[in-house]
């Protein structure tokens, strides 16, 4: 079992964020890359991007920012009636995505509140060092309200259906249930990422049922308050199963010096240079809620 990471000059990771949202009948928003992307062409992610220095005050103000730029849904509430219209609401989404408008001014201008504390976090992601393009990525879960208004009510969210941006980053939008989307992973008919697989994992015994519940929601808000939330994952490529496969093995893995047995990793396949991604096998054989690996780390912004 050997570490496969090159001696290359390690590129420093962006910060960026990304959001786990999850409506009323268990289903998980996924947005598909536009194939012609520099980063994670043609995947299913959750929605999110590069932090904005400028722009941001915080990841949650990213992760927010960037799922109204990229599907359409405003995480904001206000204390009166929303005003705007259909045609304004896309006209200040197109703004704001295409730089011509600060997502702050939008939001000032109709007396919205960017809803920052709904945010949980849920993991932190770090690219490998052998990869040109590096992020730190921190994803967020949040809960859609039962509401499907087109408008704010007072005291509400502003809750759309998903549309893509036009192809400027993405092409497909859509609500999706963990295990409906791992088959379809599993079928060939969607690509996701390590992270993106690992999280739909841990999410798929959970949301069980046809319909939000108060428990599944406790549970996820414990995970995200223990140390699963707090987990800074740095992926290291390793060769396992007697140099055949090739692994992403995880922090507490008995690879990176856990206990004798742990598993923390997702093995994977290789085609050529490329992981395909098209088969991911997630090996993880300790409990989310006691026994996380869990290091400070805290980037500044």
């Excluded at 496969?4 to 890359?33: C, D, F, G, M, W």
């Excluded at 949650?60 to 045609?87: H, M, V, Y």
């Excluded at 859509?174 to 739909?200: C, D, N, T, V």
Aim: proline share 6%; charged share 25%; net charge neutral.
């Amino acid at each position: 079992m050997t570490d496969t990471a090159s001696q290359k000059p390690v590129a420093e990771p962006r910060l960026s964020a990304s959001l786990i949202l999850i409506n009323s009948r268990n289903e998980i928003l996924l947005v598909q890359r536009n194939p012609q992307a520099t980063t994670f062409a043609g995947t299913h992610v959750f929605p999110g991007g590069n932090f904005d220095a400028e722009g941001d005050t915080s990841l949650e103000w990213t992760a927010i920012r960037e799922t109204f730029e990229e599907a359409g849904i405003l995480l904001a509430s206000s204390d009166t009636p929303s005003k705007l219209s259909e045609d304004e609401f896309t006209q200040a989404r197109e703004a704001v995505h295409g730089q011509q408008m600060n997502f702050s001014t939008f939001l000032t201008n109709n007396n919205l509140r960017a809803d920052v504390d709904a945010l949980l976090p849920f993991t932190t992601w770090v690219t490998p060092p052998t990869e040109r393009r590096r992020f730190r990525t921190q994803f967020f879960v949040t809960f859609l309200t039962h509401s499907t208004s087109d408008k704010l009510s007072s005291g509400g969210r502003e809750e759309r259906l998903p549309t893509p941006d036009g192809g400027q980053e993405v092409v497909l939008t859509r609500f999706m249930r963990p295990e409906s989307a791992i088959e379809e992973f599993r079928a060939g008919k969607i690509r996701l990422m390590p992270p993106q697989y690992y999280i739909m994992e841990t999410l798929r015994p959970i949301l069980t049922g046809l319909a939000n519940t108060e428990s599944q929601r406790n549970t996820i808000q414990m995970l995200s308050r223990g140390g699963f939330g707090q987990m800074v994952i740095n992926p290291r490529l390793f060769r396992v199963n007697g140099e055949v496969d090739e692994a992403f093995v995880y922090e507490g893995d008995e690879l990176r010096g856990g206990p004798k047995g742990r598993r923390h990793r997702a093995v994977v396949k290789r085609k050529g240079k490329v992981f395909t991604f098209s088969q991911i096998n997630l090996q993880r054989n300790f409990d989310l809620f006691t026994q996380c690996p869990v290091e400070v780390d805290i980037p500044k912004l």
